[in-house]
């Protein structure tokens, strides 16, 4: 088999974090993948990269400013105040508020950001971040011992450069903080395949299909206990070539959680290290560029051996792997055979037994087949910028982006006291947008087992004149992601960075329907144009009144705000 290049990030602090005693998650386990990936010498057979941790800027990507700051705030000792008691970010014992969350969080994420930006610029075939697959956590919410969603993250940066991204997941649980994020566009397929019945999160069934646009987008295989190696690639392969073929996919990026090998702790299926690689290595063969994470994975040895022989697939070099362990650190916990093996054991498969593979297979073949004839994604005729949005915006210079904030912001200030008596404001409405009230009426989802992924679409975006009240809190600006703060008797400015602020911030930068680029971007487009031109020359108060009244009548709604946007999915 052909040679790829690999990427392998990697952070040496990564195994020092723990989520407590009795947890079941144990970042340890990268060390141990590590020490054995080293002490198989495969460290000089690719580029080994200590990624750069993940800004707070950068997570808000995906998550919500608030959610972000909240997570770089708690500590054990705060944790009960902030929460309100377990009530908001984290909830239960899957969660908890260990020393240096932050730092773990930022670690796993800029691995993910990182293997991506390699990706997308072609300096590598494959990238690796064993780290990275936290595929539970959720815009505003940590959830199955995830608090950053670093694949979201990760995507979100492939968008970038790539039309369409295949995102496939084959932890035991439900890729449930992906499909969500995407379940809307036609731009990212998912797929996981996972333990479905009486067990976490509980959602993930056939008629989860997508919505909208993304409609037959996101595609899920939703098993029973003790599936084999043999049982599984029966349905992975055929599904995932059928996948190949309707969405052709420009990269792909494969969560590999190993819980679902046998006699993982929480996992239940019946997978040895062969078989769970061998995704892996039907992933390589498809010759798309791709991206391997991490994931779930509870007894820390099977997990090591697993990514670390997957980390050899990833060179194709797994037939020159001795199946007796090299000494390393930790040797002594593979005993008694120190061996690279995961065996199966006598589990019976419930998949085969009541003939249930058999229907989840033919009826995921059946709904791919009816993304084929009904509608071929429109996209795939179209070309994808290849700079980055803020550079096809001009703001790639990082010191003028940050002198045209505090220009902006500094005006705008300005702006508002002068027409303070202008801005009117309803404090009667105490239900701010600032607030998580909203989502928090979305305690449905965290409920064990909820029966459908799709959001509530009884949520609507309240209208943007409410956004002119409050708020004494740090904004994050649009045009470099850094903070700054909003006094409370700004709110008027509130009002008009919504309008001003949020242009380059809109995501919706290429149209997946036939027409190209979107008319809404081309207006935008013009309209930055013109902002940056005005601040070209150092616009007066009523230039910049002007503008930020053209720029609101225009339509040019706050897309960014984090805490009033409702819909849980992306928008591209
Ligand atoms: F056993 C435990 C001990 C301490 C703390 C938590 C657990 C535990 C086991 N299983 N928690 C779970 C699952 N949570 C529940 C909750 C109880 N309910 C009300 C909900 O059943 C969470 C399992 C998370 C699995 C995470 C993952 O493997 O998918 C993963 N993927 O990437 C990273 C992690
Ligand atoms: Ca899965």
Redesign the pocket.
Known sequence: MSKRKVAYFYDNDVGAYS?GL????KPLRMRVTHELVMAYGMLDKMHVIRPKRCSPEAMARFHTDEYVQFLQTVTPETVDKLTHHGTRFLV???N?AFDSVFEFCSISAGGSIAAAERIASSSVDISINWAG????AKKREA????YINDINLGILELLRTYPRVLYIDI????GDGVEEAFYTTDRVMTASFHKFGE???GTGTQEDRGRGKGKGYSLNVPLKDGITDEAFQSIFEPVISKIMDVFQPSAVVL?C?A?SLAGDK??CFNLTMHGHAKCVQFIRQQNVPCILL?????TVKNVARTWAYETACALGIEKDIDPNLPWMDYFEWFGPRYRLEVPENNMEDMNVKDGSLDRIRSTALQQLQELATGCAPSIQLQDVPRETLSKHLGFENQQSKDDLDRTLAQHSRYVYNLQDSDTTTDESDNESWDSDESTSSNHWR???YRSSSIPDSSITRKPFELRATQIAKKRMSLLTGQYFDILSNEGGFALLSGASFCIPSRRRFFRSGEEGWDDEFNIVDEAVERVRDAFRHQPGPEEIARLLDETRRIGLDADYGDDDDEVMSVEL
């Open positions: 989520y009795g947890h079941p998650m239960g014992e899957d908890p697959g936290l595929h539970h959830s199955g011992f995830c932890d035991c649980h439900h067990y976490f999160p969560q959680g819980d929480l996992g991490g994931g779930g994975g509870y965290r409920g064990p």
